[in-house]
T-cell receptor
Framework: QKEVEQNSGPLSVPEGAIASLNCTYS??????FFWYRQYSGKSPELIMS????GDKEDGRFTAQLNKASQYVSLLIRDSQPSDSATYLC?????????????FGRGTSLIVHP | GAGVSQTPSNKVTEKGKYVELRCDPI?????LYWYRQSLGQGPEFLIY????????DSGLPNDRFFAVRPEGSVSTLKIQRTERGDSAVYLC???????????FGPGTRLTVL
């Protein structure tokens, strides 16, 4: 059973702090990794994609990938109350010749003023 | 441009009835995915289309579930003899090609009484 694991949280951080969200996966053959944000009652929205080991930065967001440790993380700098949402980690895993995303259950982030 | 659209936004039905859920992907996107999401969980993969064909339908829970995409654009998810356990939010996503970043529709909330 291929798995994507996330701590469900909630992770609570003060406004302006760095929020660190973590994800581990079981399929060593995975090549593509994604972070989605999902506000309550809404659908997931893509934040970041990462394909190579190391860091990828986009504004206040940094995705980090370590394939050897099967670990991907998302850092949110200068956290804002509007960042409060559930963050979903998705890993593309090869299945029947196609790459199918497997999602974690998500980590709930609360940024308090 | 227009994003992914799904209709209806809400569907309430009685146990044993038949329902159809529609997804209209972003124009030009060849890949289309259906997911089911229950409260507190990440999206659960149901089926993936590449063009008109179902490239992977391994996530469909049983033969009551069926999906089509006859012209390679709009897709319909069909559920026969609905059960209370089918109640969930059904999400559709499209991407330019398989394995790429996905763009989600707003979802259809299905309630089976």
């Amino acid at each position: 059973q291929k798995e994507v694991e996330q701590n469900s949280g909630p992770l609570s951080v003060p406004e302006g702090a760095i929020a660190s969200l973590n994800c581990t996966y079981s399929d060593r053959g995975s090549q593509s990794f994604f972070w989605y944000r999902q506000y309550s009652g809404k659908s997931p929205e893509l934040i970041m994609s990462i394909y190579s080991n190391g860091d990828k930065e986009d504004g206040r967001f940094t995705a980090q990938l370590n394939k050897a440790s099967q670990y991907v993380s998302l850092l949110i700098r200068d956290s804002q109350p509007s960042d409060s949402a559930t963050y979903l980690c998705a890993v593309n895993e090869k299945h029947r010749g196609s790459y199918i995303p497997t999602f974690g259950r998500g980590t709930s982030l609360i940024v308090h003023p | 441009g227009a994003g992914v659209s799904q209709t209806p936004s809400n569907k309430v039905t009685e146990k044993g009835k038949y329902v159809e859920l529609r997804c209209d992907p972003i124009s030009g996107h060849t890949a289309l995915y259906w997911y089911r999401q229950s409260l507190g969980q990440g999206p659960e993969f149901l089926i993936y289309f590449q063009g008109t064909g179902a490239a992977d339908d391994s996530g469909l829970p049983n033969d009551r579930f069926f999906a089509v995409r006859p012209e390679g654009s709009v897709s319909t998810l069909k559920i026969q003899r609905t059960e209370r356990g089918d109640s969930a939010v059904y999400l559709c996503a499209s991407s330019p090609g398989g394995g790429d970043e996905q763009f989600f529709g707003p979802g259809t909330r299905l309630t089976v009484l």
